[in-house]
């Protein structure tokens, strides 16, 4: 008979005006991979915050039992004391510090007040070595990409003693190498006898290595599926949004006009390192009532195009021609550039997009205050009025625009970051990552809205490192390598296969054998 590890009994959460759990009851095995899947705010991340003692014993009712004892944490310190660790989706590392130094922040190998330096980078490098890090333990985390950081914190949970790591969104800034390389890594552990909670929302990555699957939908628990059942990707969306779908992506009109961004010879150089070329000698174009696609690995230079043709937002050295409407455009900054009808959804909502401790209200107007101002004083009661309608029109699950965007879920979150730029009134809006850390079902409506602009006549650009997203939306596709575009390719036929061969043959020129 299998051993229950964690057994957590009719959870109930309320926030004022919400109930974010409701009577919500799961099991998780020893040696087990658990996955917990839902719609953006189904109440995955509230009941691992519950679990991990983010939230304490006190603010919820219900109880729950770890190796059958009943616990009772007061803080994230007392679950950790138990062996369970809980990885967020935002990295929770000091750039600024090292790798060693990151992993036992908190935990210092210190004797009388006096940190053990060579201690802390010994112990560092063997968990680091579980985890197929090679760097130096003293590399700042800094100077290490995102994947190596995902890394970082799974061997800091190591040095805790981890037996049971809930992993919340893990590969979501990962591309697929890394993402593989993760997710095998907790199917080793499973030999470990270390257990693991999953929340994401690649469905694929769910199949690939999860034992049993619990759905929650609306604060409540659906069911749970075990591997040898059916979990097929239908299946658990079924689950999940309580009903068939049958179409990833939405059907829409198709009615292509005129060019309305045109770049020429685009190029762009690292703000730090000036000889390092992110950008070289782009040129692509746009046309009213069109979905653009940008494929391509992480640091082929997607982000850093959008950003450096939206008022030169990012990069140095920026040179190339750029034509909205057919009229040539010298943007300086950010407010030319929406002036000038353009918008940029960042792919780094809470760092660059929103404002998490502000309003919903706010977050919506903030681009745009001329819209809701009259001789520069903003109305209030136009502003709440304003974004009441895209609140609405978006489909953003709150009790009122009041309601603070940091108490959102994260799918709500990127409508929250869509209607601040649909607010702007743009004719040619730029997409970079739109659908990320967001599930099945508000994807679908973020589809629509891309389709609801486009219908309009509107333009736009969308980066996505998800293939079948961009193969999906998109009536071209751009393919970026190294900073350049290596192919256009209209979407016609056009498979998974044929984007990665571009990108492949590109990468392999010039290599011996080749």
């Not at 996955?35 to 109880?63: C, F, H, Q, R, W």
């Not at 919340?168 to 006898?193: H, Q």
């Not at 990833?248 to 060019?259: A, D, K, S, T």
């Not at 174009?285 to 640091?299: C, D, F, M, S, T």
Request: with cysteine; net charge negative; hydrophobic share 40%.
């Amino acid at each position: 008979m299998a051993n229950i590890i964690l057994d957590m009994c009719h959870i109930t959460k309320e926030f004022p005006g919400v109930k974010a759990l409701d009577d919500v009851s799961m099991q998780v095995e020893e040696s087990e991979i658990h996955a917990l899947v839902g719609e953006n705010g189904a109440g995955k991340s509230t009941l691992m915050k519950v679990l991990s003692g983010i939230y304490p014993y006190g603010s919820y009712d219900g109880d729950f039992y770890y190796n059958g004892n009943l616990c009772r944490f007061r803080n994230i310190k007392d679950s950790e004391h138990k062996g369970i660790v809980i990885i967020h989706q935002e990295l929770a590392l000091v750039p600024y510090l090292s790798i060693a130094e990151n992993m036992f922040l908190g935990n210092e190998q210190a004797s009388h007040g006096v940190i053990n330096w060579d201690a802390t980078n010994q112990k560092a490098a063997e968990y680091m070595r579980i985890v197929g890090l090679e760097e130096s333990p003293q590399t700042l985390i800094k100077d290490i990409g995102v994947g190596k950081q995902q890394l970082v914190e799974i061997a800091k949970a190591l040095a805790k003693n981890v037996k049971l790591l809930i992993l919340d969104e893990p590969t979501s800034s990962l591309n697929e190498s890394d993402a593989k390389n993760l997710l095998d890594l907790l199917i080793g552990f499973k030999e470990k006898g270390i257990s693991s909670i999953l929340i994401s929302h690649k469905l694929n990555e769910i199949s690939y290595c999860s034992d049993k699957i619990t759905i929650i939908r609306d604060g409540k628990t659906i069911e749970t599926l075990d591997k040898n059942e059916d979990t097929s990707e239908e299946r658990i969306i079924r689950g999940m949004v309580g009903r068939e779908m049958s179409n990833r992506y939405p059907l829409r009109e198709h009615n292509i006009g005129e060019v309305a961004l045109r770049v020429e010879d685009w190029n762009v150089y690292h703000p730090l390192y000036p000889d390092r070329k992110l950008v070289d000698h782009v040129s692509f174009n746009v046309r009213k009532g069109e979905v653009v696609g940008i494929a391509g690995l992480i640091g082929a230079g997607r982000t850093e195009l959008c950003m450096s043709i939206f008022g030169k937002a990012y990069g140095t050295g920026i040179s190339g021609n750029l034509y909205i409407n057919g009229q040539k455009a010298v943007l300086h900054d950010i407010p030319q550039a929406i002036d000038a009808g353009l918008a940029y959804v960042t792919e780094d909502r809470k760092g660059n997009g929103l404002i998490i401790s502000e309003t919903i209200k706010k977050n919506i107007t903030l681009a745009r205050p001329a819209f809701i101002s009259e001789r520069g004083v903003i109305d209030p009661d136009l502003e709440t009025i304003k974004a009441a309608e895209l609140r609405k029109e978006l489909g953003i699950k709150s009790p009122s625009v009041e309601w603070g965007v940091g108490n959102l879920s994260g799918g709500n979150q990127q409508k929250v970051l869509v209607a601040k730029w649909i607010f702007t009134k743009p004719d040619i809006l730029m997409m970079d990552e739109p659908t990320r850390g967001v599930d099945v079902g508000a994807k679908y409506e973020i589809y629509e809205i891309i389709n609801n602009l486009v219908e309009e006549g509107k333009s736009v650009l969308m980066v996505s490192s998800e293939l079948p997203e961009i193969l999906g939306m998109a009536d071209r596709i751009y393919v970026m390598n190294e900073g350049r575009i290596i192919a256009e390719l209209k979407n016609d036929g056009v498979t998974q296969e044929d984007i990665m061969g571009y990108i492949m043959r590109d990468s392999n020129k010039g290599e011996i054998g080749t």
